[in-house]
């Protein structure tokens, strides 16, 4: 039976230590796709890749991460809200769309 594939986006980090930044989530979404039938694909924040990199998907799976920027539900930034990634939100609002 062949596995439905199933994009799995990833959070954008820096490594200190080797001044690189990387594009990765844990396992565990890997591990969950791939216990459940799927075949996980990782969508890297590439801006202006999304239609090409949804190709031949039969799903999307949003992983976790920072805190969304709230300008995109027409809030304003509060006290506590954590670390935001401007890329990786309009990446992923462009996948949904």
Do not use: C
Not at 16 to 26: Q, S, V
Not at 64 to 70: A, E, I, K, L, S
Request: hydrophobic share 40%; net charge negative.
């Amino acid at each position: 039976m062949k596995r439905p594939r199933i994009g799995v986006t990833v959070a954008q980090q820096i490594e200190p230590h080797l001044r690189r930044k990387f594009n990765g989530t844990t396992l565990y979404y890997s591990e969950g796709v791939l216990n459940a039938g799927g075949l996980p694909v990782m969508l890297p924040v590439l801006p202006g890749t999304e239609a090409a990199q949804l190709e031949g998907l039969d799903a999307i799976l949003l992983s976790g991460g920072v805190d969304v920027d709230p300008h995109h539900f027409g809030a304003e930034h509060e006290r506590g809200l954590g670390e935001i990634d401007a890329a990786r939100d309009e990446f992923e609002l462009e996948l949904y769309r």
